[in-house]
């Protein structure tokens, strides 16, 4: 299912750098998402997005920044990164315009900040 | 806001045997609650949902039950498979807070065999 694609799919990279993740989505949803996923822990919201022009802060937001692109780009930004930011990333789309809907996740990005 | 609570965080079964997983919402004006499965790297993907006006949805051997009154909802696994193993989350949402959804904190399933 490549409706919602992830770029990178892993990535290595060392404190203090700046790090960007990108989503891409061809399912034309106006909704994006930005969530983080801890070992055996659940998905926590960090940004979303309801249209181009629209950014919202999720639950933990400290230390990322985000970009709307197009509708279908939404990109994540670690401005300096530290360890702690080491996690799986997911993207995820829904589209809202009939209301309630599920949420579509990209494959994750795995993120390692040493 | 909504609050969902998810429990068990760990679920240990016999292949074979029914499973089932309970969340509680804070939020009466939720009126939509999905369950996600999460195999080991992968991405969650939704099995089965249920919205307020329904009491109770069948897919084969999921089943998830809708308790208005009590705010709780549970998904229910019966015949467990090895397959079966895997996180589930499930989360509400509400048209007053924009459909966000909002998450359990997960409940990992493990098949014994």
């Known amino acids: 299912d490549a409706d919602v694609t992830q770029t990178p799919r892993n990535r290595i990279t060392k404190t203090g750098k700046r790090i960007m993740l990108e989503c891409s989505q061809t399912?034309?949803?106006?909704?994006m998402y930005w969530y983080r996923q801890d070992p055996g822990l659940g998905l926590r919201l960090i940004y979303y997005?309801?249209?181009?022009?629209?950014?919202n802060k999720g639950e933990i937001s400290d230390g990322y920044s985000v970009s709307r692109q197009a509708q279908a780009k939404f990109s994540l930004s670690l401005e300096s990164a530290i360890p702690n930011q080491t996690a799986l990333y997911f993207c995820?789309?829904?589209?809202?315009?009939?209301?309630?809907?599920?949420?579509?996740f990209g494959q994750g990005t795995r993120l390692t900040v040493v | 806001g909504e609050n969902v609570e998810q429990h068990p965080s760990t679920l240990s079964v016999q292949e074979g045997d029914s499973a089932v997983i309970k969340c509680t919402y804070s939020?009466?004006?939720?009126?939509?609650f999905p369950w996600y499965k999460q195999e080991l790297g992968k991405r969650p993907q939704l099995i089965i949902d249920?919205?307020?006006n329904v009491g109770e949805k069948k897919d084969q051997r999921i089943a998830v039950t809708l308790n208005k009154t009590a705010k709780h909802f549970s998904l229910h696994i019966t015949e467990t498979q090895p397959e079966d193993s895997a996180v589930y989350f499930c989360?509400?949402?509400?048209?007053?807070?924009?459909?966000?959804?909002?998450w359990g904190a997960g409940t990992k399933l493990i098949i014994k065999p």
């Open positions: 399912k034309g949803h106006d909704r």
């Open positions: 995820a789309t829904s589209d809202t315009s009939a209301g309630n809907t599920e949420a579509f």
């Open positions: 989360a509400a949402s509400t048209m007053d807070s924009n459909y966000q959804l909002i």
């Open positions: 939020d009466s004006a939720s009126n939509y």
């Open positions: 249920i919205r307020s």
């Open positions: 997005s309801f249209d181009v022009k629209d950014i």
